[in-house]
């Protein structure tokens, strides 16, 4: 049950052809984050010469725009490549924002909004990069579209659908319970609370599934989703702390620095 978002674009990718990346702002998400981030070979090789990477225009600059765009729109990066972007938003919160590329488009203009950088220069090799029309356009638009409300039939599922969740194996519960609550006060107590269980047998059956205890899984699963959070938005360190369930700056610092051996800092500069 919880590799359904990534069946989910493993078909969109078939149908389509094109590559799905895909940003996560909500932790429920975190495993298509960990699937796969945008990082287009072709992209690499042309903005060597460039101090942008693409995650500053892909993540931070676009999702800075996206409420404009809540129904999607074409984006094409500052190396003239163009992706489908589509939010993901429940309850009017951003939950993850995927893009759907990456390719050229055809002359004729493309019939959806546009986020368009400033190209650099038009002095690069592309031919690898396939052209599209602007039908082909639309279509995998409309795909993506598709791909966005199994998504969100998902995440329902998963937050209001007590008989879905009780489908799930121990294991799946335990892990979506982390990645939906790691955020916040959740522990062992709460989690035995949601799973039925003792508070004895709860830490023996996250031991014996995971291999790793209670601390260490809910610690992973906050550090994965701060880096996230680092790496993809503008939020302060004191923000993330809080957001991603250290409770403070102070803390949040030492438990980085102690796993990362670099402070979060050095981690967000060096992405």
């Not at 291999?211 to 992973?220: D, E, M, T």
């Amino acid at each position: 049950m919880l590799n359904v978002p990534q069946n989910a674009v493993c078909c969109f990718e078939t149908l389509t052809g094109l590559t799905i990346s895909c940003y996560i702002y909500s932790p429920v998400f975190s495993r298509l984050s960990r699937w796969r981030n945008h990082k287009s070979s072709q992209c690499c090789l042309f903005k060597e010469r460039f101090s942008t990477e693409c995650i500053h225009f892909d993540s931070v600059h676009t999702v800075e725009n996206i409420w404009n765009f809540p129904d999607g729109c074409l984006k094409t990066c500052h190396a003239g490549f163009s992706e489908l972007v589509l939010p993901v938003i429940r309850e009017g919160k951003l939950l993850c924002l995927l893009f759907a590329g990456i390719f050229k488009v055809a002359a004729e203009k493309s019939g959806l909004p546009a986020i368009r950088a400033v190209p650099k220069t038009a002095d690069h090799d592309s031919s690898a990069i396939r052209t599209i029309s602007q039908e082909e356009v639309m279509l995998n638009f409309e795909a993506l579209k598709q791909l966005r409300a199994r998504l969100l039939l998902w995440y329902d599922d998963m937050h209001k659908n007590e008989a879905f969740r009780e489908q799930l194996s121990h294991k799946e519960q335990i892990l979506l319970i982390l990645c939906r609550e790691a955020s916040r006060d959740l522990t062992l107590k709460k989690l035995a609370a949601m799973l039925h269980l003792s508070y004895t047998r709860t830490s023996h059956v996250v031991k014996e599934l995971t291999g790793k205890s209670f601390a260490q899984l809910l610690k992973q699963h906050r550090l994965e989703y701060a880096c996230n959070l680092l790496s993809l938005t503008r939020m302060s360190i004191a923000e993330i702390a809080v957001e991603s369930g250290f409770g403070n700056a102070v803390n949040f610092y030492r438990i980085f620095k102690r796993e990362y051996n670099r402070s979060p800092q050095e981690y967000r500069a060096g992405r």
